[in-house]
């Protein structure tokens, strides 16, 4: 019996070294595809020898020598990758099931999302002295009907004496549609942002576009951010703040100024790589990482009576009509009973 064990046990000893050189060889694998990839496709170019370097010392840990399945080595990999962009992540890529095709034929885009709920459009109101307050929670792409859909937002408020735009809640979304709604209240023809694409080496620029209707240059912006305001809707308080056409009030925004895209490393290993970049025509930069900072840093939930005090009190120091004087004053009494 004793004699059976012992040959047993030697048998498993054999295959030990067996295994564990399978999943060194599997780490070392993933390791090389994956700074081949940063190599290759990440967008800031500076940071690659950084990244390359701190991969490769990582590698030499005890820490990564001890992972012992992907899941380990991913957590200690996306460590390492976030110290240099939240954006760079690896994960499992998602195995194919009956469940997931489900999930898959009843999953709703993003800009289909946009479609079926008034192209996000939530609130157009004229308030009290003739402050304009637009709402809306994403950027859909533009169409016929999207472009109508903003026309007539803009037609309530082509008279408004200054205007409010809410954009706590806003998600993004297409960037053609920061370009139509940023034309409506810039006269002249002004570049906007533009997109560095690693895949391709281009840089694509955005610019005002012709527009229907009645277009205010001069009145007075403001715009309401959070820190769940992300993407597109950032870029738009981003341009707006620098090309110096509104004051922005809230909190500083998500941060979110690169796109990225899944990159397949292995069948099973993928990474978030981040492969474009928001090129800021005034500052060259963007605001990736740190959000777009308002001018006045403010609660969210605080913001719109801020802005719209703001508002009243600029439209008290230059409007000359008694009766609008009136209403003026009497709207900051009111919100002030109401803070």
Same mark, same amino acid.
């Given at each position: =019996?004793?004699?059976?064990?012992?040959?047993?046990?030697?048998?498993?000893? =054999?295959?030990?070294?067996?295994?564990?050189?399978?999943? *060194?060889?599997?780490?070392?694998?993933?390791?090389?595809?994956?700074?081949?990839?940063?190599?290759?496709?990440?967008?800031?170019?500076?940071?690659?020898?950084?990244?390359?370097?701190?991969?490769?010392?990582?590698?030499?840990?005890?820490?990564?020598?001890?992972?012992?399945?992907?899941?380990?080595?991913?957590?200690?990999?996306?460590? *390492?990758?976030?110290?240099?962009? *939240?954006?760079? /992540?690896?994960?499992?890529?998602?195995?194919?099931?009956?469940?997931?095709?489900?999930?898959?034929?009843?999953?709703?885009?993003? %800009?289909?999302?946009?479609? &079926?709920?008034? %192209?996000?459009?939530?609130?157009?109101?004229?308030?009290?002295?003739? $402050?304009?307050?637009?709402?809306?929670?994403?950027?859909?792409?533009?169409?016929?009907?999207?472009?109508?859909?903003?026309?007539?937002?803009?037609?309530?408020? *082509? /008279?408004?004496?200054?205007?409010?735009?809410?954009?706590?809640?806003?998600?993004?979304? /297409?960037?053609? =549609?920061?370009?139509?709604?940023?034309?409506?209240?810039?006269?002249?023809?002004?570049?906007?942002?533009?997109?560095?694409?690693?895949?391709?080496?281009?840089?694509?620029? %955005?610019?005002?576009?012709?527009?229907?209707?009645?277009? &205010?240059?001069?009145?007075?912006?403001?715009?309401?951010?959070?820190?769940?305001? %992300?993407?597109?809707?950032?870029?738009?308080?981003?341009?707006?703040?620098?090309?110096?056409?509104?004051?922005?009030?809230?909190?500083?925004?998500?941060?979110?100024?690169?796109?990225?895209?899944?990159?397949?490393?292995?069948?099973?290993? &993928?990474?978030?790589?981040?492969?474009?970049?928001? $090129?800021?025509?005034?500052?060259?930069?963007?605001?990736?990482?740190?959000?777009?900072?308002?001018?006045?840093?403010?609660?969210?939930?605080?913001?719109?009576?801020?802005?719209?005090?703001?508002?009243?009190?600029?439209? &008290?120091?230059?409007?000359?009509?008694?009766?609008?004087?009136?209403?003026?004053?009497?709207?900051?009494?009111?919100?002030?009973?109401?803070?």
């Amino acid at each position: =019996m004793k004699r059976y064990l012992s040959v047993a046990l030697l048998g498993v000893g =054999m295959l030990v070294p067996s295994v564990s050189g399978a999943q *060194e060889q599997q780490k070392e694998t993933i390791v090389q595809a994956l700074t081949h990839s940063i190599e290759q496709n990440y967008v800031q170019q500076q940071k690659i020898p950084q990244i390359v370097s701190a991969l490769q010392a990582l590698s030499k840990t005890t820490e990564f020598t001890a992972a012992a399945d992907n899941q380990a080595l991913l957590l200690i990999l996306n460590q *390492e990758l976030k110290k240099f962009d *939240e954006h760079l /992540d690896l994960s499992i890529v998602p195995q194919g099931d009956t469940h997931a095709k489900n999930t898959k034929q009843q999953y709703e885009s993003w %800009f289909d999302k946009l479609a &079926r709920k008034n %192209f996000g459009f939530e609130k157009v109101e004229i308030l009290p002295a003739n $402050v304009g307050l637009l709402s809306f929670w994403g950027f859909a792409n533009v169409t016929p009907r999207s472009k109508q859909k903003v026309h007539s937002a803009m037609m309530l408020l *082509e /008279d408004a004496d200054s205007i409010i735009i809410d954009l706590r809640n806003n998600g993004g979304g /297409d960037a053609t =549609m920061v370009q139509l709604i940023s034309s409506y209240f810039l006269d002249k023809p002004t570049h906007l942002n533009s997109f560095y694409s690693r895949d391709t080496g281009l840089t694509s620029e %955005f610019w005002t576009v012709p527009v229907t209707g009645k277009q &205010r240059p001069n009145v007075p912006l403001y715009i309401l951010t959070s820190n769940k305001t %992300f993407s597109a809707a950032e870029e738009f308080a981003y341009n707006f703040k620098h090309l110096g056409r509104a004051t922005i009030i809230g909190e500083p925004t998500k941060g979110g100024a690169n796109p990225w895209r899944f990159i397949n490393l292995t069948p099973d290993i &993928r990474v978030a790589m981040p492969t474009s970049m928001a $090129v800021n025509p005034v500052t060259k930069s963007n605001w990736e990482g740190t959000g777009v900072i308002p001018h006045l840093k403010v609660a969210s939930e605080q913001a719109l009576d801020i802005a719209y005090s703001n508002a009243l009190l600029h439209l &008290r120091e230059i409007s000359e009509g008694e009766r609008h004087l009136n209403d003026i004053e009497l709207a900051l009494k009111t919100l002030k009973e109401h803070q």
